[in-house]
């Protein structure tokens, strides 16, 4: 998490001028001075915003909440404010999670280069948590910048090649978004729904990567080999959690063991990825409002 923040501050100061885009990457400065990893996209609709954060990103409590505020053309204030949660890598206590209010200025909201400003916390009940500052850039030209300073890394003559094969920027910036779900790593998805549809597949290279799968205790796949075509599964949610496991039988020709899952309510879509060594395993909990 330290070198993620690092990293992000390093790109961060080399950013200049781009295009809008929906998608902005930054840091949450708590009171304390500590940062927390900050991603925000959203799509602007009239002068309605409606989309999605992600605080901590790439982090042990990395936690997907909606999004929804406006835009006040008049006054050229920009609202938004975390709705509820999507998912989370923290132990769920929903009335314990503090919800990000901001409010800035920005000269056009159909121009938006930086974000920059002061946010209240609030539980959900309203009742005031940790307050801040958020500073975040358009994705786009992060990764722009990255890419020159990749290139930049390439052609210099103080690292030595082998080096320069392990380092790239972009790569890193593009892991962070993946929300990979590591061994022994449990992620919390919160849905109102009565079922859920849950896909598995390979959205690498077919490397003959097999898993068992239990939902709730028993195993529902038995030494499934992953491959591109999409196994899809529907899961009734006749409790109020329900516990998916996957376990790594092997790494394949190309380690880790890497597989790709979504889950789909009526409402939300959430990706993630495993990232196994034979023998490990990742969770995920479904957890009915």
Known sequence: MVKNLILLTFVLGFIGHSQQSAEYMGTIKLNDTSFISYKVAFELKKDSISGYSITDLGGAHETKSNLKGNYNSNTKELNFEEADIIYTKSPITQNDFCFVHFTGRVKDIHDIEEIDGKFQGLYTDGKK?????????????????????????????????????????????????????????????????????????????EDDDRIDLFINGEKVLNNYTVTKKHKIIHIDLNQEQTSIEVVALNVGTSAPNTVKIHFKDTRNYVTTLTNLKEGERAGVTIVRR
């Not at 890193?172 to 590591?182: C, E, K, Q």
């Open 129 to 205: 948590c940790l307050d801040g500052e958020i500073r975040m850039v358009s994705i786009e030209k992060i990764m722009k910048k990255a890419e020159k300073v990749d290139r930049k890394i390439q052609r210099t003559g103080r690292i030595d090649d082998e080096t320069k094969k392990n380092i790239s920027v972009k790569k890193t910036l593009d892991t962070l978004s993946m929300n990979i779900i590591a061994s022994n790593e449990n992620l919390n998805i919160l849905t109102s729904d009565q079922k859920v549809e849950l896909t598995i597949y390979d959205a690498g290279k």
